[in-house]
């Protein structure tokens, strides 16, 4: 409540020398008194003072005696300008019965703010001797109402009737349409009267009054990198209303600047490392799993979120109607070994439902049910895990599920679903209730690779995966020269196994800058200059984009370094005027001559 | 809906023409409010959007402006408008007891209108004709030295008036 | 009519006017002030222009604002001769007609009789006239308010002629300030300082604004000046704004005023067509506008921050005033607000001069000022005295009394605001600084005349439920304190109340004058004290005795019917809404005190005054 501000001076305001409490101060003239008080440390009280806003002075608490030019009389701090030689007591006994009295109204009227109660008790007030009403939690500051049109301009709070009938509301109080949900009110709100609550996806303040997405700043979690708030312009007031623009004002680093756009950055660069990545895979259409239709059932992604420290539990483990789980299924190989998705074996799924399994057992100690098709711990340590995790009472069930459903014809205890699953090794299938299903769902190749791909003229394999030059000899190259992949974009592959390709494509490329020179290939192709007619066929055929157009001399010119000699320019180009380096006319009539030469013998 | 929209269509029309002479400069909002609420009789919500619009006050300023000053009812008001004069001359001549007798004997209520539409009572403070208090004004009209038994007499009359201009209506 | 282009022409038209209205027409000067209004005025007016026609007599009629002497309206003055007509029904106007304006005679039952029966035709020997002295009210009665030719022919705007040609702004701000003028709305502040912070404030614009918000219950100078003599209160205007330096006035009605309202505006048209308002006022080099703003009905209004914020189209809440209005005032620029009597009395001291106007009234208070007599007393009305006169002189010279003769109790001074003052503090003079010493105030003069059937408990209730209702509800310890002490004294007034509960009430009366952001809650406690102070006594009488000395506490008091007095009529009986009175006719009556109400229509309607409560 008494957060210090930091008064700086304008160069030109001259500064003045007073007195609070016995203490000599000096401050620029007209400095609002509280400002002064509190960064010199005297406390004085405040309900209805807030530093971004005008000053309204109407709680009446920071009262203190100020001598002026020999008159004494009561100001309030929050709003009175200081200026030379005046006295001020912040805590003389007029000062501390007004406040005292002031106190002893509020509390007839507010007895159970807490805010109030602690500032009472503080004054020692403890016998009301007025005619008590219910508690009520507004105490008319006008925070919420000043901060909605003053600072943020949105125009949906006001005051009402006037006199001990005064409130706080909205036109016509009914639910306003010009609030855009920041909240703002809400920070604002000494006494908690304006809620923040979730509803239909957006949040609410105060019950009944419809809101927008909450702050607008994010850090997306907590592990993000780099960790940047952003600032969503949907929800951001100063982005709807002008108003605002607190975060740049207390930014320490001036590091907030509402122009600054999207913008599209060239970068030259000699090697390009494709790490795009992966998609999870979208459980909604397996319709019998009842993803998107059951709250309890989550993918694997979703779950990780849920049990990282900083999603929105704070790490604890809870069903959507917050409870602790008492039973949970986890689902292997969802989108991967599917004939009807995607056929190839997404690799981690198996180690991350495992490192699940231990962590809700150890976090919750509910039954974990395992359903797989095979356990596939191929890595180091890996088959170790397994067997930690087998002997901690976790239960594996060979076999596929083929529903998850919230129906049963015995009924089903509140919250809980049902997995239906063939359980191979024992025969027989089984019907197991659940608070919550994780779908172990598979890695696909990132939205955007297709683009990519044509972008960089690499190649990617029959799963969609980018390609590799060799799966031996040039695991981390592709076949276009300088564009290397690692991690996801490459294929399936865990968190080790991520990092050793992206060292191993970091070396590649420093390989090449510590070179610093580029080794052609040697058989590359040329054009010839007197006889091409500067048709363009070549700049459509070449894959690696290494032909291009001297406009000036009105022919093609094809780059050595992006080369590859692959001919197909060689073969396309309807003069003739392109060579290949080692496959010329003479060389190849002398080769098939060579050929034939046996066939004639 | 329909209804409301042609209202709003209405009202809008008829504030269009009758507020041509305002600048629309926010310093007239009270009066051009006070003109919406001499041609009503009291201030629709339409008629609320419109200045708000035309003027370009924020709906929060509007509301707390019309709860804010006394002048303004945001409910119609009666057919006979009944102003009690409580200004201090007029409270030691014992005005407060033709409030009671308004209530008790006549059912109306201060700041409300009664359940048939024909009276709103509202207590003003000094309406200046001090000498003569206490002062009912009756649509406009300042009627002095009022006591319990000329009010009784002035309400039946009213209500009379009103009963007959109806029965000659059907 | 041209615009005037010189102060030359102005006096060249005031001299054909006084010629022209020299005539030997006889003028029939109306009364129609709104306490004539009430009486009916409007009526004799017709009948009088009917008679008039009738009998194919040319006469002037007048009908101007109010004359004052409201208790006796409605009025008719007769010039040149004087004489005064009172309690003027329609059915009186033809011998009025016939005597006085056809002939030269005077109808001896319808002039004023002092109470020893003695006819008084003259309005100047009349008491109520005689003892008060008329500065700013003077032209009032002369003056048809819609007519400017009226106020020019008595030489106004002659001021504004002498003060545009021969003065500079900072010679006028002098000349004020050594007039010793003091703000008539109620703080006293003077009126000359304020306008030389206005003049030496910085900003682009200046304003000059004329308070016409007489929110005080029981006060209408200000409504009566205005609806009587508007030109008055223009040309003061105009002289401030020269001297200030502004070129843009608003005046500020309030909305129960419509009348004051129209005849402003009419005032404003007809001084734009003589070129005494707008551009190039008088053929110099001084423009001023003015606009009117009528308010929404909110006491609060009347202070000074309030009266801004609402004139700019918001809501009328006060704010800190640690920074000045004439630094910074209506739209953040410098602002001199003054209220409708300083303004017009800013003319009469320019016209009489500084030296002639301090002669009247006494050390740090000097010209007079206009008060509204109202309550129990005998001549209710409007006056004007010296500022010092004594409150005795006011109540008894000038009021005549109390009425019924019945025993004065208190007189309240300052409107809601102000204190209670008891039959003691009578010698007391009326000025600025006696009134605020003897914890009341001036404020804008309103006085209100209490006798022995008054509760002083009661009234000061009155007076913080009226302030409850009218705060603004900005700073708590206005919006609760007031409700508080309201509800102690509801307490005391159905005999529940304890002697703590006094000390309780005195302890919220300091914190909310200490505490409140404006001068409505600064002041608010003052009638509770200044009663606290004089009237201890009639508080103990509720709290210990169960007894309500004023008869008004309703749970106090119960009715009852004198054995002597009842006649057996039944009037009461009839009027009883309760049936609790009882009786044959013509047989002493009875209340049955289980069944009765209290709300005392048997009283206000007995004929023999047999009721009494107690």
Redesign the interface.
Known sequence: MNEKTEIIAEPDVKMVTFTIDGKEVTAPDRTFLIKVAREHNIEIPTLCYNEHLEPY????MC?VEVTRNGRRR???AC???VTEGIVVETRNE?II??RK??LE??M??HSEVEVIRNLAKEYGVDTI???EQPSEECI?C?LC?RV??DLVGA????????????YV????DVESD?CIGCGACYHVCPTNHIKMEQMDGLSVVYGDVSLGPDKPIHIDFMQAVPATPWIDQKSCIHFQTDGCGICSEVCPTDAIHYDMKDEIVEVEAGNIIVTSGFKGFDPSPMYQFGYGRLPQVMTSIEFEKLSNAGGSTGGKLLTPDGRTPEAVAIVHCIGSRDKNYNEYCSRICCMQSLKFSHLIREKTGAEVYQCYIDMRCFGKGYEEFYSRVLSEDVHFIRGKVSEVTDFSPDGLPEGKVLIKVEDTLLGIVREIPVDMVILSVGIEPQVGAQDLKQKLRISVSPDSFFLERHPKLAPVATATEGVFIAGCAQGPKDIPDTVAQANAAAAAVLQAIAQGEVMLEPITAEVMEEQCTGCETCLSVCPYEAITKDEEKGIAVINDALCKGCGTCVAACPSGAIKQWGFDREQIIAEIDAVLADIAV | MLQVEMNKKKVDAELDEMLAGYERDRTEVIMVLQDIQDKYNWLPQEALTYVAKNWQIPMTDMYHIVTFYKAFSLKPRGKHILQLCLGTACHVREAPFILDALERDHGIKNRETTDDGLFTLETVNCVGACAQGPILIIDGQMRGNMTQTKVGGIIRKLRKAHKEEVAENE | MNKFASAEELTRYQGELKRKTNGALKTISLCGGTGCKACGCNEIHTKLVEELNLREIRADIKVTGCQGFCEMAPLIVIRPDDTLYIQVKPRDIPEIVEKSIAGNEIVDRLVYHDSDGKPIPKESDVPFYKAQLRLVSKKTPYIDPMEIDDYIALGGYSALAKVLTSMSPEEVISEVKKSGLRGRGGGGFPTGRKWESCRKAEGERKFVICNADEGDPGAFMDCALLEGNPHQVLEGMLIGAYAIGSSEGFIYVRHEYPRAVQTFSNALFQAGEYGLLGKNILGTDFSFEVAINRGGGAFVCGESTALMASLEGRVGEPRAKYIHTVEHGLFNLPSNLNNVETWATVPAIIDMGVEEFTKIGNEKNKGTKMFSLVGKIKNTGLIEVPLGATLRQVVFDIGGGIAKEKAFKAIQTGGPSGGLLPEGMLDLPVDFDKLWEAGSMMGSGGMIVMDEDNCVVNISRYFLNFLKDESCGKCLPCREGIRYMMEILEKIEKGEGTMEDLETLEEIAHTVADTSICGLGKSAPNPVLSSLTYFKDEYIAHIKDKKCPGGICKALINYYILEDKCNGCGVCAKVCTMNAITGKKDQVHRIDLDLCEKCGACLESCPTEAIVRR
Do not use: D, S, W
Request: charged share 20%; with cysteine; aromatic share 8%.
């Open positions: 002075g109407v709680c009446r009262i009561i100001v309030t709003n009175y300008p007029r019965n007004n009295l002031l109204m509020m007839a009227r001797r007025f005619k008319l006008g109402v909605c049109n125009h949906a709070l006001c005051f009402a009737q006037r006199g001990p009938e005064r509301t909205t036109p016509y010009t």
